[in-house]
């Protein structure tokens, strides 16, 4: 066990802590196979090339990757604290956490006690990370999540890094979530209107409600809402999503690191296969009952969802769709099927776990009503196959012999039984803009080949998960048949895998279109702009040492899909990752989460502050 104290760990060690996971998932050995069977990387067909025929289950053979005609010139690596992007862009915070929201906050933020108690849910939260833009009647509105917390510069120095009681367990609650912000334009950049009727701060301790066949039902009921139906908060808000009506989806994420035991418990299946017990990350059960399992044994059951905000009203209470599944949900990509039903493509970010769609049963047209659409529906898991198919399993009562609550509450348990594919660490999916074809980053994994998960699925090499212990990622594209996402089967392949040509002369080093001009480990947040172009963030090793020299500091790429071109656009401060992604309305700024940096950025002195970013053409031409 390591010795740094629980809120030092990262989330990933954390779960290796408290959950050890396989080192080789199932996607790994198809992978592996198919590169077996077909010499994908000896030259015949080549990952990364963009010239995958779907439709046929197999790649074909691939013209050479050639560079495509980005609009800038890529950057280099970075390695100081600093932002990089090209010649001819510029770039500016538009805010840090700890800025205020209203004017009663301002001044709240000190560089050498951060914020007090009394105005920590009045100013933009800590760990930025999935945004959305939204526009309404002329105003420009930004929704983001709040990941988690640093309590060692986020409490007082006295309580070094550990709530000593309630208030301070309170202030970690209040900095963490979602915030809705309105920005305006202010010369050829942006800036946050400050006491805008839009503000809004979506903490740890707000009133939610619930939709779906696992709202209200036994395994969510607690001792302060017998109902089921009101759960408090939500929490460690990673990705997001957009619905096509124009609402938010904030997608939980690490929520087991939120709750422990007081005293001893015999742990449940299901608290094994999620994580939770023992102490929790922040200390919180020991100060609030809701948070301590010994108590409220089912108070984790009600996180772990897809919650939706509307940001055009401040008064609307949150919604968790259980209906969504309950596991580590990275991001929601929303599309739509060809009859009209609403698909939404989710990742659940830990080694060895599976990648979800679900499916609406009613359909939607722009302006009709959105009754059921995210609450009655069918919750599928996805299987990758060697011959490049694939296929969505359904979870229902029927192929999981489970109730329909036991399969959204411990979603993980029922793929698990009908066999889906365990992935490396499924992080942000992407649907492309202009035809029906989807991506997934799978940022990494150490265990692929070496252990099972917690539900004993065997993670062997192979599939889209071609490495053993597996540093640098890749990212899986699929194509569901007809082009239609509603569609039960699929065809895939990868479109990149990361590694570094400059160390290593196999599978390490990467697909063709890795180069040492543009070489990455652990893609992680993914977006489309409306050109059709891939934008690729990364949260990896930035130690610039080893089996990672030469690729500096964590980065933001842009991928062309018909290419497989990468080129490096902006470089992010040492510590840093960059995480979260949207544009102003016109496409002419792009908003980018700098989360965790290092040094003292971007103030140059006092604390380091998690940060979004805006980023500029000079020419006031689209950004990309």
């Not at 980005?70 to 932002?83: E, K, Q």
């Not at 915070?93 to 951060?114: H, K």
């Not at 309580?159 to 900095?175: C, H, K, W």
């Not at 649907?431 to 917690?454: D, F, I, Q, S, W």
């Amino acid at each position: 066990m390591s010795d740094k104290k629980t809120a030092d760990l990262s989330w990933d060690e954390f779960d290796e802590m408290r959950d050890p996971r396989a080192d080789a998932n199932a996607f790994d050995a198809v992978v592996d196979r198919a590169i077996s069977r077909r010499g994908f990387l000896g030259g015949t067909l080549a990952f990364g090339s963009g010239a995958a025929v779907f439709g046929t289950g197999l790649l074909s053979s691939a013209a050479p990757v050639r560079a495509a005609e980005f609009a800038f010139t890529p950057v280099g690596i970075g390695t100081d604290h600093a932002i990089q992007v090209p010649a001819g862009y510029d770039w500016k915070p538009l805010v840090r956490f700890g800025d205020a929201l209203f004017s009663e906050a301002d001044g709240a933020y000190s560089a050498e006690t951060a914020v007090p108690l009394a105005m920590s849910d009045k100013v933009f939260g800590e760990n930025t990370d999935g945004m959305e833009t939204f526009e309404v009647d002329g105003h420009t509105l930004i929704t983001v999540n709040s990941e988690y917390a640093n309590p060692k510069i986020n409490l007082p120095k006295e309580a070094e890094g550990t709530p000593r009681d309630a208030d301070e367990v309170q202030l970690l609650m209040n900095i963490q979530g979602v915030t809705v912000m309105e920005v305006a334009m202010d010369g050829d950049s942006y800036t946050l209107v400050k006491d805008s009727p839009y503000n809004r701060r979506i903490t740890h301790e707000t009133q939610m409600t619930m939709d779906g066949p696992a709202a209200g039902a036994d395994l969510v009921k607690t001792n302060a809402d017998p109902e089921g139906m009101s759960p408090k908060g939500t929490m460690n808000n990673c990705g997001s999503g957009k619905t096509l009506w124009g609402t938010y989806l904030t997608c939980e994420e690490n929520f087991n690191g939120y709750f422990g035991a007081t005293a001893e418990k015999e742990p449940s299946a299901g608290e094994i296969r999620y994580g939770i017990g023992g102490e929790s990350r922040y200390a919180y059960e020991k100060h609030h009952d809701r948070f301590d399992i010994t108590k409220e044994p089912n108070e984790p059951h009600r996180h772990g969802w897809v919650t939706e905000i509307d940001p055009t009203d401040p008064e609307s209470t949150p919604v968790k769709h259980t209906a969504l599944g309950r596991f580590k949900h990275e991001n929601a990509e929303m599309v739509q099927a060809e009859d009209g039903r609403i698909v939404v493509y989710m990742g659940d970010d830990e080694r060895g776990e599976f990648i979800y769609r679900y499916v609406s049963n009613g359909t939607w047209a722009e302006g009709g009503s959105t009754a059921g659409l995210l609450s009655d529906g069918t919750l599928y898991v996805a299987k990758f196959n060697d011959d490049m198919s694939g296929e969505w399993l359904p979870l229902t009562a029927d192929s999981t012999g489970m109730s329909l609550e036991e399969v959204l509450v411990f979603s993980r348990m029922a793929g698990s039984k009908v066999g889906a594919t365990t992935m490396d660490r499924p992080e942000w999916v992407a649907a492309h803009p202009g035809r029906a074809e989807v991506y997934c980053a799978l940022t990494n994994n150490k265990n692929r080949g070496v252990k099972p998960n917690a539900g004993g699925d065997e993670t062997p090499v192979g599939g889209p998960n071609p490495r053993e212990t597996n540093n640098f990622g890749q990212i899986v594209r699929w194509k569901p048949e007809g082009g239609d996402h509603g569609a039960d089967t699929f065809v895939w392949d990868l479109y990149v895998m990361a590694g570094n040509p400059t160390v290593y002369d196999n599978t390490y080093a990467g697909s063709e279109n890795v180069t040492e001009g543009n070489m990455f480990n652990s893609p992680d947040g993914m977006a489309f702009d409306t050109q059709g172009m891939l934008w690729i963030q990364t949260d990896g090793d930035d130690s610039n040492e080893g089996e990672f020299a030469g690729q500096g500091n964590n980065q933001m790429l842009v991928g062309n899909p018909d290419t497989g071109a990468i080129a490096r656009f902006l470089t992010a401060p040492n510590g840093a990752e960059v995480t979260g992604l949207c544009w102003s309305p016109d496409g002419k700024v792009a908003f980018v989460g700098i989360q965790h940096p290092g040094g003292s950025w971007p103030d140059g002195e006092g604390l380091p502050r998690s940060s979004i970013i805006q980023v500029w053409r000079q020419d006031g031409q689209p950004v990309g």
